[in-house]
């Protein structure tokens, strides 16, 4: 854990996103406990050993086309490509059904898609570079017309997977194509990083829940609701908290039962400068938190730190606040105790079609939508209203424009950095 930044000197500073980041992805481990589960259950976890192949895939040379196959011999050097060659068909091979007789000079078998080459033979042509002329009883032939180069459209043993390679790595989310590649080895079960859990409360006292009245001033947690979606498609098991007052004892009840239930508590609401004390005092009494002040916008504070055995965020209130933390903070380092071994959201160029109006002093993540244009070209646009409050925007947008803090307004036709959501969210 690093050193608690409220008692430093620099407890004014403000920090970097890019620092903190990196402050909160080296305090943070991948979390202990694995779990054996059914191939299609693995869809979308992350493997907690490498994968070794135990045999060669494909397991034999097989054809790559409909056709006939052939020695590579019968190819000789004053063969030219305008030349036919005629051969007697021996036999044949199909998918599931290999040839076993041999295979003479001379002699050619059919073959399909996918069938097991037999020895004796290296080199496929295909059906549309052929001709069967009408044959005479017991006597079948097949005319190549047009002539391939030796050991054309075979598909080699082991092309795939070799015995004994590693062809899939511990920390690797499983993808669907990763479910095929693990049934190409006829593996049923795999290994993988147990769910974590989460578990997450909002704080105030003006916050009410979906189905209560809302009194003078209060306002519906939404925090809760936006937290479990950005949770979901982290595939977690999430511990909901429900709101929690302002007030010192329901404060530390529940800092101690999420500690005690969770390898992650996330709260909203509560880490900015005049919000009441006890908050932070409660944080400090019973864990281990660091209290930022990050140069950025909207989501200027950040808690951080850990509550016993858990890892904990502490994210601004404002809506926005809370999705934008999420993903630059919260997101990568749950894939870190997840095991996962991409944890920062990419960021890609798109040029501005419009004024995107910016003071110097922090970093924007401002809501925008990103367009691509028929030539391919990816633009961007504002989303609407920029205030960490306002949901229509971040809910219109399917990206963050990232301006950086030194700089000012970006002109149209410019380019900007850009974090598409979908991006974030594998
Ligand atoms: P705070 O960080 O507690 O000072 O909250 C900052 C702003 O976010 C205030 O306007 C709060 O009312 C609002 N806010 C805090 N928590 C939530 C929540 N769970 N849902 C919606 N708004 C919230
Ligand atoms: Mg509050």
Redesign the pocket.
């Known amino acids: 854990m690093s050193q608690n930044d409220t008692s430093s000197p620099g407890m004014n500073r403000f920090l970097s996103v890019s620092e903190v980041q990196k402050r909160i992805i080296n305090d943070t481990k991948a979390v202990v406990g694995t779990e054996q589960i059914a191939l299609r259950q693995a869809l979308g976890r992350v493997l907690a050993t490498d994968v070794i192949a135990t045999f060669d895939t494909p397991p034999c040379d097989n054809s790559g086309m409909d056709g006939y196959a052939f020695s590579s011999k019968e190819l000789s050097s004053d063969i030219n490509e305008q030349a036919t060659l005629t051969l007697k068909i021996a036999g044949q091979s199909f998918a599931g059904h290999p040839y076993n007789g041999e295979i003479a000079a001379g002699e050619a078998i059919r073959i399909m898609t996918g069938a097991q080459v037999p020895d004796g033979v290296d080199t496929v042509v295909m059906q549309e570079h052929t001709e069967t002329p009408d044959n005479t009883p017991g006597e079948k032939t097949v005319t190549i017309t047009n002539i391939p180069k030796p050991f054309a459209n075979v598909r080699k043993a082991g092309d795939d997977l070799t015995t004994g390679q590693t062809f899939l790595s511990k920390g690797k989310k499983l993808s669907p194509t990763d479910l095929a590649f693990l049934a190409t080895q006829g593996i049923a079960e795999v290994k993988v990083s147990r769910k974590l859990r989460v578990a997450f409360f909002?704080?105030?006292d003006?916050?009410r829940s979906i189905g209560e009245t809302l009194g003078e001033g209060d306002?519906?947690?939404?925090?809760?609701y936006s937290l479990y979606g950005l949770l979901k498609n982290l595939d977690v098991e999430m511990i909901d908290m429900g709101?929690i007052p302002d007030d010192r004892q329901a404060i530390e009840d529940a800092f101690k039962t999420a500690a005690d239930l969770a390898d992650a508590v996330i709260t909203?609401?509560?880490?900015?400068v005049?919000?009441a004390d006890f908050v932070k005092e409660t944080l400090e009494k019973l864990g281990q938190i660091n209290f930022w002040k990050i140069s950025m916008k909207p989501g200027k504070?950040l808690a951080f730190g850990t509550l016993g055995n858990s890892l904990f965020f502490g994210l601004?209130?404002?809506?926005v606040a809370?999705i934008a933390t999420f993903y630059q903070f919260v997101q990568p380092a749950l894939k870190r105790m997840k095991g996962q071994d991409i944890v920062l959201p990419l960021v890609i160029k798109a040029r501005t079609t419009e004024l995107l109006k910016k003071r110097p002093g922090r970093t924007d993540f401002q809501r925008g939508i990103l367009t691509q244009s028929d030539s391919g070209e990816l633009t961007v646009k504002n989303a609407g209203t920029q205030a960490s409050?306002v949901l229509t925007a971040m809910s219109r947008a399917n990206c963050f424009i990232i301006i950086p803090a030194q700089s000012g307004s970006i002109e149209a036709g410019e380019m900007v950095n850009v974090q598409p959501f979908d991006g974030l969210l594998s």
């Open positions: 909002s704080t105030g003006e916050l306002i519906y947690d939404s925090n809760r709101v909203s609401g509560g880490v900015s005049g919000e504070p601004p209130g404002n809506p809370v409050h």
